[in-house]
Structures are given as structure tokens and as C-alpha cells.
């Protein structure tokens, strides 16, 4: 057979683009599905209690050492890492706080993007005040009306730099637990 004898070759270009576009849409049709289906996994894969939808920190009630009260905006803009002390400060209360400044350290070259605040109805309180000459950078404040739930659990929570609670971890929960977490989030968040 020559070149002039052979029957033209079949172009389906179009059903080929179109068999293309499909497989490539196709994830986003099912994840659109899922979404709108509120579909959500059965499983999470956070360590503490996640707050669905994330409480706003109150916006006054923030008071310094010194009893002046504290600019919200001295705190928005980066993660915090907030232990909740009702009472005075013991052993334990101590051991957290210092956790605390272990896991921050371990982020590397995000530390910067946390801060560690102690809120705490007891203002005079000697064993905060040496944790907070020891460790200048952590931030010691009273808490506002509502926060501190009674017992001296120390609970953590993790604030986004909205000001919203996302996560709260119960006295129980590890520091490696907790800093698993803040890795992950401070990974794929775009904000603080």
C-alpha cells in the first residue's frame, strides 16, 4: 500500500480533551460532594479537644502583673500557648510552664511565630513571679471572667492569631503530644 491508498488517519482530539478534563475534574467534583455533604472523617488526629467552631478570646478582662489592663493587640497576630492556672502556682503548675517554654524552643525556626502566656487569678502569686524572672519572655496575666473553670487542672489551649481558642489539652496530655500538634499547625497555617 502506498501513502496515497492508506484511509486517513482518525482525529478524536476533542473526545480525548474532553476524557482529559473529566479525569481531572473529577476530584474536585468529589471533594466539592463531601464538603457540601458534610461529611467529616470519623477519626481526627489532634491530641486535645478541638474546639468546632473555635471561641473567640474575650476582647477585655486581660489585665498585666500590675493590674493596668492589656492591649488585645499586644496578643493578635501570632499563636499562643495559653496554660490556665486557677489558684496558686504548685509543682505541677511549675512543670507545665516549663514544658511549655521546652516546646516552643523545640519548634526551631518557628518559635518565633508563639508566645506563652500564664493566665491566673492569683496576681501575687510568688511562684509565677519567679517563672516570670526566670523566663522574661513569658507573658503572666490575670484571666478574665469565665476562663478559669475551678480546680487546678492547668489546662493548655492553643489560640490562633485571631484570637480564637482551637484546642484545649487536658493536664494529662504530653508536651511531645501538644508540640506534635503546634508543628502541624504552624506547617500549613499561613497566618502568625
Not at 1 to 7: D, I, R, S, V
Request: proline letters at 9%; hydrophobic letters at 45%; glycine letters at 10%.
Amino acid at each position: 500500500m502506498t501513502a496515497a491508498t492508506l484511509p486517513p488517519p482518525r482525529h478524536n482530539g476533542r473526545l480525548m480533551l474532553a476524557l482529559v478534563a473529566s479525569l481531572l475534574a473529577l476530584p474536585f467534583a468529589i471533594a466539592a460532594g463531601l464538603y457540601f455533604g458534610g461529611w467529616k472523617p470519623a477519626r481526627t488526629i489532634q491530641h486535645g479537644q478541638l474546639f468546632e467552631p473555635p471561641l473567640a478570646l474575650p476582647a477585655s478582662g486581660l489585665l498585666t502583673g500590675d493590674g493596668h489592663p492589656l492591649p488585645t493587640a499586644d496578643l493578635h497576630g501570632k499563636w499562643l500557648l495559653i496554660l490556665a492556672v486557677d489558684g496558686p502556682c504548685d509543682q505541677k503548675c511549675s512543670q507545665r510552664i516549663d514544658e511549655m517554654r521546652r516546646i516552643q524552643v523545640s519548634l526551631n525556626k518557628e518559635m518565633g511565630r508563639l508566645r506563652r502566656v500564664v493566665l491566673s487569678n492569683s496576681a501575687g502569686d510568688p511562684a509565677l513571679a519567679a517563672a516570670g524572672r526566670q523566663q522574661p519572655d513569658l507573658l503572666i496575666l490575670g484571666a478574665p471572667a469565665g476562663w478559669l473553670a475551678g480546680g487546678n487542672n492547668e489546662p493548655l489551649y492553643i489560640i490562633d492569631p485571631l484570637g480564637r481558642r482551637v484546642i484545649a489539652y487536658p493536664a494529662e496530655v504530653s508536651a511531645r503530644e501538644v508540640r506534635t500538634d503546634l508543628d502541624r499547625l504552624l506547617k500549613f497555617a499561613w497566618t502568625g
